[in-house]
């Protein structure tokens, strides 16, 4: 970056000088679009690959969202009221009973 004095300095040289100048920071700005054209270029190609065109694992791909096949039913999700229901239940005398002794911490593995 040139500071001021040197700029006025390239200034009180003359026409020629301020051309020159100008010409050399029109080339070098040419140069870095020229890089970034490419690494943009890079970027885009690494952005478009998928599994399909590229030799990269479907997993990959990232998720895919597909817009669900089924209508609306206007029902509430879940048991809809008047569904009588299954589950077990509980008997005065089973016909077996289990106990489970517990003696050691599954955290901490001390002795209860």
Known sequence: MLTD???????????????ALV?????????????FEARIRQLESQVNQNSR???KPPSSDGLK????QRKKSGKKSGAQKG???HHLEMVDHPDRVEVSRVTH?????NSL
């Open 83 to 85: 569904h009588p229901g």
């Open 53 to 55: 065109n590229s030799s």
């Open 5 to 19: 004095e040197e700029i006025r300095a390239i200034y009180d040289k003359g026409l020629e000088a301020v051309i």
């Open 105 to 109: 911490c599954k955290d901490c593995g």
């Open 65 to 68: 969202r597909t817009k669900s």
């Open 23 to 35: 010409r050399n920071l029109l080339k070098s700005f040419e140069l870095q679009i020229a890089v």
